[in-house]
């Protein structure tokens, strides 16, 4: 799987929305951008992916540039309960059946009350 | 979603003994399993795939005879750490997935501490 850079960490306001960044820009064509994060004390959490097309969920939003080489997590309003480790991923379409992740140093994200 | 559990939640050890982790999938059936391992501010590196009925499969630099892997049935598999010495102390977090799912249907336990004195 291709590598992914992010920043070591982030701060935010609470309530105000958040975006995390993540390069890539060696992503092929059949790579799928996933965000996992984790919890002080906990394991990881799925977050979103996608793979050419900005997706939304409960969760977050993602934005992928046109040409795929970076995407923005994006937390519309983040609370204390954001606070956590981002993981931004990236995985190729044919190793779906194989369910291993390779994590790498995510971004720790600080919440401002 | 699906949930998947670890115990113990930590645990304390003297030098030199072994160490049970269980990692349970507990609404449904995992056919593969995943075993992490995650020092103090660092990231998740994985150690080992659990496959229900075979031999584990380790990733490189990781001792098969340390980090016993048991994977009995289709919702447990066990990490054994043998002979424990205070550089295995470490977090350590098992991950399965619901088999046809999609990415979103991997489940991640919640961890277990170890702490090896």
């Known amino acids: 799987d291709a590598k992914t850079t992010q920043p070591n960490s982030m701060e935010s306001n609470e309530e105000e929305p958040v975006h995390l960044p993540c390069n890539h820009s060696?992503?092929?064509?059949?790579?799928?951008i996933h965000w996992y994060r984790q919890l002080p004390s906990q394991g990881p959490e799925y977050v979103i992916h996608g793979l050419t097309s900005n997706v939304n969920n409960r969760m977050a939003s993602l934005a992928i540039a046109e040409d795929r080489k970076s995407s923005t997590l994006i937390l519309h309003r983040a609370t204390l309960r954001d606070a956590a480790v981002y993981y931004c991923i990236l995985r190729d379409e044919a190793n779906f059946g194989n369910e291993k992740l390779t994590f790498g140093t995510g971004t720790r994200l600080t919440i401002i009350p | 979603g699906a949930v998947v559990s670890q115990h113990p939640s930590w645990v304390i050890c003297k030098s030199g003994t072994s160490v049970k982790i269980e990692c349970r999938s507990l609404d449904f059936q995992a056919t593969t399993m995943f075993w992490y391992r995650q020092f103090p501010k660092q990231s998740l590196m994985l150690m080992a795939t659990s496959n229900e009925g075979s031999k584990a499969t380790y990733e490189q630099g990781v001792e098969k005879d340390k980090f016993l892997i048991n994977h009995a049935s289709l919702t447990l598999s066990t990490l054994t750490v043998t002979s424990a010495h205070p550089e295995d102390s470490s977090f350590y977090i098992c991950?399965?997935?619901?088999?046809?799912?999609?990415?979103?249907?991997?489940?991640f336990g919640p961890g277990t501490r170890l702490t090896v004195l």
């Open positions: 991950s399965a997935r619901v088999p046809g799912g999609g990415p979103d249907t991997q489940y």
């Open positions: 060696t992503i092929s064509g059949t790579d799928y």
